[in-house]
């Protein structure tokens, strides 16, 4: 198949170089790994298949912190930098303020694009009114629970089921602590849940107890804001509980940046419940088919309340000094159009941010269609020029709360103090827009 | 340069002795003293990388007073190199003695010791990942059944930094060689005098080996000094930082700056004042040096 398709593709290129016409050379970077790094490689291939004109070439670069985009800047500074860079979309606003991104109006033609998209990922791709970013993916966090592990446990599983709704975050608590198990030398060598585990972060509790994160109208961010407070305390107490360093302890195998998707704890059946996207079903096929599991919604904090998630995603950007801005443009449209986004809805379970595709049922099948339905009520993170700064400040402290290290209320009044002084310089910017 | 006018003859050799140190010269002047004077000047701007840095006089370094992360990362580093270094001299030393012994097989062992330390710091970092894994890790097992406590040592914000204080040690091997030339230097006949003078084997370590070491000691500390501040990719690798600052490095603090919040001015700041810190306490090494390195030579 490969085979073919490469000779394919030399015939196709040799053709091309009969037709004696100028091959425009598209470099595209991405930082993501295995599955999604196949979809994106057959993306590509499709694309140079159907462009004559055109050559893509994807290079993966080592993977960083959420917010490290070192390699594109040294690249673009020094003038090696790449044309399309594949960038997380909740930080574009920033690296647009810091003058990375290109523009991409020009190349627009009076079209409006971005109309295609879903309201809130077309607000992360922008600043100050300006398009920097198409949307490509997007996602939504959920619970899955491993029906077997619990139910070795002695856990009647039913009661997870979707269909009874959200179960609160005590309950959960409470199944957790029947799974837990530890060995001789008293480490956990077994666990039920870990909320702050993988996608459970400082923004999913705040959504989930209800808390904003900023207020538009004042220009201010707001970590102190009292149901965000509300969730880190329920996060300190729970590590209080369970003894933060032996949590920490059993997590250390786990939290490695570059670690591979099969020693995931929730697939290697030593974590029953976790809170992650809905990549994880990809992943669950890959690495452990044969799992028994379920999806239900993120637990609420009281009897009643609706369950929150939110969305994520990322986006395609035009760096500076892109050599073929022109033909990046026509590979960014195509990639983040509908046959690039339906190529990696459909091989890697994320969702797509084109409303076209959002209704399209056989992109959806059993369990995605439950993330597809989370959509319309997802959170999402402000697209802030200071989005990478405040999401590190918010993890420093969540860490340090999940650590047992600081209080909940002085952690978070630290980034506040620190995050703040940092938006004023756009805030004029900012309400302007609104 | 002397006073008289050179001869045509010595200028050419000038000239030629210049031609022939003039890629250093270059590189210097391009790839160290440049870009020392470009920070001094991107200092007292806000410069996101791109487009045209904007003069703010001060306010970079008045920002940095008010940081209590910048005053953690200091605090962290400090504590770091306090530990590390004379830790390091001392695990150097004791590797050149042993380095140094009249054995068949010494090129062995040399070579044994030796070999972490040529090892890329990226491949040493992912072996004590596993070596100090606390519930896998051989050193934690160890620790284990011998009755200690069961550390986590780069989860644990109380232990991280002594984690990497301990992965430090790896690189001892490039000390241990300049120490066991030291070795190498001190003459015979000296030992051979303290054993007629009844002389064991510590006393002879204390009173002869030990202060003819000394000037050797003072470059080791010197240079594990400037080493030590900017303690940067371990922390990168291993730890990212965390757990809850733990690791937060001067450095890594100046390169999340740089390259995460796009804070060029900020961090050039940073780089200045850890150029003045580490200016002050060098001198501060030699000042006291006086009192303690030994530069009789052995006539």
Redesign the interface.
């Known amino acids: 198949m490969k085979l073919l398709k490469s000779l394919v593709l030399l015939s196709l290129s040799l053709f091309a170089a009969g037709q004696a016409q100028e091959v425009r050379e598209v470099t595209f970077w991405t930082a993501h790994g295995e599955p999604d790094l196949s979809a994106l490689r057959q993306i590509v291939d499709n694309f140079n298949a159907e462009h004559d004109d055109i050559q893509v070439t994807l290079s993966q670069i080592p993977p960083g912190?959420e917010?490290?985009?070192?390699r594109l800047?040294?690249a673009?500074?020094g003038g090696t930098g790449p044309d399309v860079y594949m960038l997380d979309r909740f930080i574009v606003a920033?690296r647009a303020?810091?003058?990375?991104l290109q523009d991409l109006s020009p190349y627009m033609d009076g079209e409006d694009v971005l109309a295609n998209y879903l309201e809130f990922a077309r607000e992360e791709a922008m600043l100050a009114g300006v398009p920097y970013a198409l949307p490509f993916d997007t996602d939504a966090r959920a619970l899955y629970y491993n029906i077997d592990l619990l139910e070795e446990a002695g856990v009647d599983t039913s009661e997870l089921d979707p269909e009874n709704g959200p179960l609160t975050l005590a309950r959960i608590q409470e199944i957790a602590s029947m799974v837990d198990q530890k060995n001789a030398?008293g480490?956990f060598e077994r666990m039920g849940f870990i909320p702050w585990h993988e996608q459970g972060w400082h923004y999913t509790y705040g959504f989930a107890f209800g808390g904003d994160f900023y207020d538009e109208v004042a220009c201010q961010v707001t970590p102190t804001d009292d149901n965000i407070v509300r969730a880190f305390e329920w996060i300190y107490d729970y590590a209080a509980q369970e003894g933060p360093?032996q949590v920490?302890?059993?997590?250390?195998?786990f939290?490695?940046?570059d670690l591979p998707p099969q020693q995931n704890p929730f697939i290697a059946g030593q974590l029953a419940m976790i809170i992650t996207g809905d990549w994880m079903i990809g992943n669950l096929e890959r690495y452990a088919p044969d799992m028994n599991y379920g999806i239900t919604y993120i637990p609420v904090p009281e009897e009643g309340d609706a369950s929150v998630t939110w969305a994520g995603g990322w986006s395609m950007v035009m760096p500076?000094g892109a050599r073929e801005p022109e033909a990046a443009f026509e590979f960014m449209k195509y990639i983040a159009g509908e046959p690039g986004q339906r190529v990696y809805v459909q091989e890697t379970r994320h969702m797509p941010t084109l409303t076209s595709l959002l209704d399209d049922a056989e992109l959806f099948e059993g369990r995605h269609q439950f993330f597809r339905d989370l959509l319309p009520t997802a959170r999402n993170r402000p697209p802030l020029p200071?989005g990478?700064?405040y999401w590190?400040e918010l993890t420093?402290a969540w860490?340090?709360v999940y650590?047992n290290?600081?209080e909940p209320r002085a952690a978070l009044e630290?980034v506040a103090a620190?995050v703040q002084p940092?938006l004023e310089p756009f805030c004029a910017q900012l309400q302007a827009e609104n | 340069m002397r006073r008289r006018f050179l001869s045509p003859l010595e200028r050419r050799k000038l000239a030629l002795g210049l031609l022939f140190i003039s890629p250093w010269i270059v590189g210097f002047l391009a790839f160290t003293l440049y870009p020392i004077l470009y920070t001094l000047r991107i200092s007292f701007t806000r410069y996101s990388g791109f487009g045209e840095p904007v003069w703010i006089g001060l306010a970079n370094y008045r920002a940095l007073w008010s940081d209590t992360v910048f005053w953690q990362s200091l605090g962290n580093t400090l504590y770091y190199t306090a530990l590390a270094v004379p830790i390091g001299i001392v695990v150097a030393l004791a590797m050149a003695i042993a380095m140094n012994q009249p054995l068949k097989e010494i090129p062995f062992y040399r070579a044994a010791l030796y070999l972490p330390s040529v090892l890329p710091l990226f491949a040493v970092s992912f072996i004590f990942i596993a070596l100090l894994d606390p519930n896998r890790g051989i050193v934690n097992q160890l620790m284990v059944s011998l009755g200690l406590p069961n550390i986590n040592w780069f989860g644990d914000p109380r232990y991280a930094k002594l984690g990497l204080v301990l992965l430090a040690q790896l690189g001892a091997g490039n000390t241990a060689l300049v120490f066991l030339a030291g070795l190498k230097a001190i003459p015979k006949t000296l030992y051979e005098a303290a054993v007629l003078d009844g002389a064991g084997p510590l006393r002879r370590f204390w009173s002869v080996t030990l202060p003819l070491m000394t000037p050797v000691i003072l470059y080791s500390l010197i240079l594990g000094l400037s080493l030590g501040l900017q303690v940067f990719a371990q922390a990168y690798i291993i730890t990212n930082g965390g757990p809850a600052n733990a690791t937060n490095f001067y450095v890594f603090y100046l390169y999340n700056q740089a390259f995460r919040y796009s804070q060029m001015g900020v961090a050039s700041a940073m780089a200045w004042v850890l150029f003045v810190i580490t200016l002050v306490l060098a001198l501060l090494i030699f000042r006291t040096s006086k009192r303690w390195v030994n530069y009789e030579t052995v006539a």
């Open positions: 912190a917010t490290d985009v070192t800047m040294t673009v500074r920033q303020a810091d003058g990375l030398q480490n360093q920490q302890t059993f997590r250390q195998a939290t490695r940046p500076q200071i990478a700064l590190d420093d860490e340090r650590l290290q600081q630290q620190r940092q």
